[in-house]
């Protein structure tokens, strides 16, 4: 038996985290291992500990069990997935650092390493494909492969990103053989939008300027934006791929504003730019095509500095 299994038959409770703000691979990967234990080791008591998921994952098994707030309780087990560091697991930091046994699962780039057990491969199309190399095939349920397809499918943009590889491309087949609703999961939780996240990814494009002689597109999402159109953080899923598809473009910047003195940078690259590097200097992380970070002060003033740094690449 593999040393990850073996951690989970031994402990008796098990806390799932991911990272802040979860995105579908995340969600996936914390609810399909959720439920690969429940289905095969019942008598063990598993928490996921999540902040609010989005509405559209909510149809996921176990979904309404995810836990936003952290407890006192010390666990046999803490399992860590998708998150590149400690620091990403938010208010939860404290559950990991404070369990008997640690586990990490992630494929960030940026991922140093941590935890009892750690396993991270940054060539992997999402940490739903490396959780999937660590359990038995043969007794997934439908359920849990619905979590690890919809992960799957949110990290690789359906398949079209260049970590897609054909392993990725066969785990999703044999995930598919489980009875998961492709159809549904593609349409229903990455290409449906509403009516006013559809403006808001108006304005973000008609906003949107080149630099750099146009191998670079930036456009940025305020506070008052979000409340012109009535639409939250969450509405911006899809702008920054819109961006990145541009002709002629390398570097596709996004930023939405957190709160006065906050944005959310999201960079995504085509060929040749590493934007993990840039990410890891303003304490982010993520992929070489594909990575994000936090940080306060003026946009204007970050967004050169991005600039300076991917002109320096190029």
């Given at each position: ?60 098994k ?12 010390i666990?046999?087990?803490a ?26 699962l ?5 991922n ?18 490396v ?38 491309m ?40 080149l ?40 570097v ?7 709160n ?16 993990s590097?840039i990410s ?14 936090e940080?306060?002060?003026d ?16």
């Open positions: 038996m593999n040393g990850f299994l073996d951690k989970i038959q031994k402990a008796n409770t098990i806390a799932i985290l991911g990272h802040i703000r979860p995105d579908g691979d995340c969600v996936g990967s914390c609810l399909g291992l959720y439920n690969y234990i429940m289905d095969n080791y019942q008598e063990k008591q598993v928490v996921v500990f999540l902040q609010p998921i989005m509405e559209k994952f909510k149809f996921l176990g979904a309404d069990i995810i836990r936003n707030v952290p407890d006192r309780s666990y046999d087990l399992i860590s997935l998708d998150c590149g560091d400690t620091d990403r697991h938010g208010e939860f930091s404290g559950i990991y650092a404070g369990a008997r046994d640690t586990i990490c992630d494929h960030h780039q940026s140093q390493g941590f935890g009892n057990y750690y396993y991270c491969d940054a060539g992997a199309s999402s940490t739903c494909e959780l999937y190399r660590y359990i038995s095939h043969g007794i997934i349920s439908t359920e849990c492969a619905e979590c690890l397809y919809l992960g799957m499918v949110h990290d690789t943009g359906v398949f079209k990103y260049p970590a897609t590889s054909k392993e990725t066969a785990i999703a087949g044999e995930l598919i053989e489980k009875g998961v609703r492709t159809q549904y999961i593609i349409d229903e939780t990455f290409y449906k939008v509403t009516f006013n996240q559809n403006k808001l990814t108006g304005r973000a494009l008609l906003d949107a300027r630099y750099l002689d146009g191998k670079v597109i930036g456009t940025r999402i305020t506070t008052e934006m979000f409340e012109q159109y009535n639409t939250t953080k969450s509405d911006t899923d899809g702008i920054i791929d819109k961006l990145r598809v541009t002709d002629g473009v390398e596709a910047i996004f930023a939405y504003q957190l006065d003195e906050t944005y959310k940078f999201s960079l995504r690259s085509v060929s040749w730019v590493d934007v590097k890891v200097a303003f304490g982010g992380g993520g992929h070489i095509r594909a990575a994000g970070f940080v306060k002060g946009y204007e003033e970050n967004l050169s500095k991005i600039l300076s740094m991917i002109e320096e690449q190029l």
